[in-house]
């Protein structure tokens, strides 16, 4: 009888965790053999030009809410810096960084970033923010984080993460993840939430799928 009662345990645990799992991870593959077997990847570092912050208007304009986006993205790169955390967790062989190429400054964001109702993005709007970058490289795979919207409402942050073909420009795998806001008040509320959603795309997706 106990053996029966602590199955039911861990089916019951089990089927709470993937749910908590469907909650946070939409994750789409398109041609994941390809991720495995690349050896290069360029990371491209986290492109804002899709970014919407999803609040009252009334609240605070555009630029009054820029000022904290910089505190935002810098919080992110203390915690999650490239060489000791992500190319880690990747485990390609070899990597280049272009911070440049996808637009990764603060202010490729739209001017009309702040908006009153949830935004709906789509894959294809990722595609087409990846196939206008200036790419050079002639090989490998790229990588791209969108954050795509900061919800005040739900406090949330939601993000994209795509590895995409150098060369051709298209899509290879992308993954949707969200984060909880957090921190030492505003200005490293969406900076953690930021750092939420890519160590989710870490544990529970790339982990998840494939450990180079």
Known sequence: MKK????????VMAGNTQA????????KIIDLNMVVNANTLTYYGLDFSLLKYVRPKSAE????????????????QKEIPAQDFLFRWLGFDHYNFDANAAQSRIDSVAKDWVVITTPDIEIADISMAIKSYDLHGDSGLGFVIHPVQFNHIDEIAKCYFTFFDIVTKEIV??????GRID???????????MVACTRNYIDQVYKRN???
Do not use: M, P, R, S
């Open 4 to 11: 029966y009662l602590l199955l039911l345990v861990i089916l």
């Open 20 to 27: 908590q799992y469907n909650e946070v991870v939409k994750n």
């Open 61 to 76: 304009d555009d630029a009054e809410l820029k000022k904290y986006l910089g505190a935002w993205f810098e919080f992110y």
């Open 173 to 178: 795998w992308i993954t949707e993840t969200t």
């Open 183 to 193: 921190g030492n008040g505003t200005t490293q509320w969406y900076g953690f939430a």
């Open 210 to 212: 494939l450990k180079k």
